[in-house]
């Protein structure tokens, strides 16, 4: 696959990419500028986005209309707070996509 990476997150979190060339968005705290910087990356037509877990919220509403598209792929992941779980829960809802039943629902 070939394509531009986009990276979203704190300064902390988006460091480590930017030093490996990719491009990167590092926010604050604001969730408006969370939103703006998803805009910009959605018109950016990147391939991948890598978004820390603990901004997919304020960003969540921006990628909801990338969804249904085969890019890009936007993959939550966690950071150094502890996790908490939407992460997991983005990555089951995409799975749930690709084979038709969430295999990391709770069966308890």
Do not use: H
């Not at 950016?44 to 249904?68: C, M, T």
Request: proline content about 5%.
């Amino acid at each position: 696959m070939e394509g531009k990476v986009a990276v979203l997150g704190d300064a902390d979190f988006v460091m480590p990419f930017s030093a490996l060339g990719l491009d990167t968005f590092a926010i604050g705290d604001g969730a408006e500028e969370a939103a703006e910087s998803a805009g910009r990356i959605i018109d950016g037509k990147y391939s991948l986005v890598v978004v820390a877990e603990n901004i997919a919220p304020a960003v969540e509403d921006a990628f909801s209309s990338q969804q249904n598209k085969p890019t890009p792929c936007i993959v939550v992941v966690p950071f150094t707070t502890e996790s908490q779980g939407f992460a997991t829960a983005a990555l089951g809802e995409v799975l749930k996509m690709a084979t038709g039943i969430n295999i990391l629902q709770n069966k308890s």
